[in-house]
């Protein structure tokens, strides 16, 4: 009997090893992937209602992707240049794909003028068809059953044809577009003062900066970043932290830069070096002093992008009202 009982234990470990295998992979959650792109989230009537839209389809549908083990990962992403919308194979704004299909794979569209203001000519943006009517917003019960059918599994490769299938080509409508967004920036570009963010390595603070600068200031002053020493990358937790609260990538629309690859300017901002800051001439300078987050948890990096935010707000405004003389 006792040798019976020692031969039975490596069974019974055995058995408790499948059940525990088993509860893990049942607490790893199945993702689902939202990608919401957008031509402009600022002014744009259509992407800012889609954007809520959106939203509200997520928090009606979380009981049954919570209820399922599923987690929704939403990404938002600013298509700003022709490059983007060609690695993103963007036929047309917004866009909506549940892990990575279309959830109106036909393009309907129609004149935009919030867009066509930003560009300074004419363009057309996304036209929704949903139970046999058309809408300029997606409505929140055509995501919610997109998201339910993805979710159910149901979602076929034949309903959401991606064009893919052909090689992708930038619409002739979006080519218009930035074509005409990059001659209206070159003409506000000549008018505006250049501001630098500089630090040492131009892998962390001075990038936030430049992207803050660029999502929240563009219309007062053209931004760059730099350093006296580039890093192979920018640094990465800043890249994901600034993505989840802002929904830029830095990893797509900027790179580690010397002091010498950038324009004469007229504003230098150092960022806080703690040892020799880099010397760049300009005709107004400030130190922001902020402390380095490398290394440390995300709260402190959220923490400096939100003192950067507003510290590149208050620049703005006082570029402005003339409180700096440029």
């Given at each position: 009997?006792?040798?019976?009982?020692?031969?039975?234990?490596?069974?019974?470990?055995?058995?408790n090893?499948r059940?525990k295998?088993?509860?893990?992979?049942?607490?790893?959650?199945?993702p689902?992937?939202?990608d919401?792109?957008?031509?402009d989230?600022q002014?744009?009537?259509?992407?800012?209602?889609?954007e809520?839209n959106?939203?509200?389809a997520?928090?009606?549908?979380?009981?049954?992707?919570?209820?399922?083990?599923?987690?929704?990962?939403?990404?938002?992403?600013?298509?700003?240049?022709?490059?983007?919308?060609?690695?993103?194979?963007f036929?047309?704004?917004p866009?909506?794909r549940?892990?990575?299909?279309d959830i109106?794979?036909a393009?309907?569209e129609?004149d935009?003028?919030?867009?066509?203001?930003?560009?300074?000519?004419?363009?057309d943006?996304?036209?929704?068809l949903?139970q046999?009517?058309?809408?300029?917003?997606?409505?929140?019960?055509?995501?919610?059953d997109?998201?339910?059918?993805?979710?159910?599994g149901?979602?076929?490769?034949d309903l959401?044809?991606?064009?893919t299938?052909?090689a992708?080509?930038?619409p002739?409508?979006?080519?218009?577009?930035f074509?005409?967004?990059?001659?209206?920036?070159?003409?506000?570009?000549?008018?505006?003062?250049?501001?630098?963010?500089?630090?040492?390595?131009?892998?962390?603070?001075?990038?936030m900066?430049?992207t803050?600068?660029?999502?929240?200031?563009?219309?007062?002053?053209?931004?760059?970043s730099?350093?006296?020493?580039?890093?192979?990358?920018i640094?990465q937790?800043a890249v994901?932290?600034?993505?989840q609260?802002?929904?830029?990538?830095?990893?797509?629309t900027?790179s580690?830069?010397?002091?010498?690859h950038?324009?004469?300017?007229?504003?230098?901002?150092?960022m806080?070096?703690n040892?020799?800051c880099?010397?760049?001439?300009?005709?107004h300078?400030?130190?922001?002093?902020?402390?380095?987050?490398?290394?440390?948890?995300?709260d402190?990096?959220?923490e400096?992008?939100?003192?950067?935010?507003?510290?590149?707000?208050d620049?703005a405004?006082r570029?402005?009202d003339?409180?700096?003389?440029?």
């Amino acid at each position: 009997d006792h040798g019976s009982r020692q031969q039975k234990k490596p069974e019974l470990t055995q058995s408790n090893a499948r059940r525990k295998k088993n509860t893990m992979m049942n607490q790893i959650k199945k993702p689902v992937r939202v990608d919401f792109l957008y031509l402009d989230n600022q002014t744009c009537d259509r992407c800012l209602r889609a954007e809520e839209n959106l939203s509200q389809a997520l928090k009606e549908i979380k009981a049954i992707y919570d209820m399922k083990d599923t987690d929704v990962q939403l990404n938002k992403i600013h298509i700003s240049s022709k490059d983007m919308a060609i690695k993103e194979q963007f036929l047309s704004s917004p866009t909506i794909r549940i892990n990575g299909r279309d959830i109106q794979p036909a393009i309907l569209e129609s004149d935009c003028q919030c867009c066509g203001d930003i560009c300074g000519s004419s363009v057309d943006c996304r036209v929704w068809l949903y139970q046999g009517q058309e809408y300029t917003e997606p409505p929140v019960g055509l995501i919610v059953d997109a998201i339910s059918r993805e979710l159910e599994g149901q979602n076929k490769p034949d309903l959401f044809a991606m064009a893919t299938k052909t090689a992708y080509q930038l619409p002739e409508n979006l080519e218009e577009f930035f074509s005409n967004l990059d001659r209206t920036n070159q003409k506000e570009n000549n008018m505006k003062p250049k501001v630098a963010f500089i630090c040492v390595h131009n892998s962390c603070r001075s990038q936030m900066a430049e992207t803050l600068a660029k999502l929240n200031a563009s219309d007062v002053f053209e931004a760059y970043s730099a350093g006296t020493e580039t890093k192979p990358e920018i640094n990465q937790d800043a890249v994901r932290i600034i993505n989840q609260l802002y929904g830029v990538d830095m990893n797509l629309t900027q790179s580690s830069k010397l002091i010498d690859h950038i324009p004469e300017v007229d504003i230098v901002i150092k960022m806080g070096c703690n040892v020799i800051c880099p010397f760049l001439p300009s005709k107004h300078e400030e130190d922001w002093g902020l402390d380095d987050p490398t290394g440390l948890p995300d709260d402190a990096f959220i923490e400096t992008a939100k003192m950067i935010e507003d510290k590149v707000n208050d620049l703005a405004r006082r570029i402005k009202d003339g409180t700096i003389e440029v």
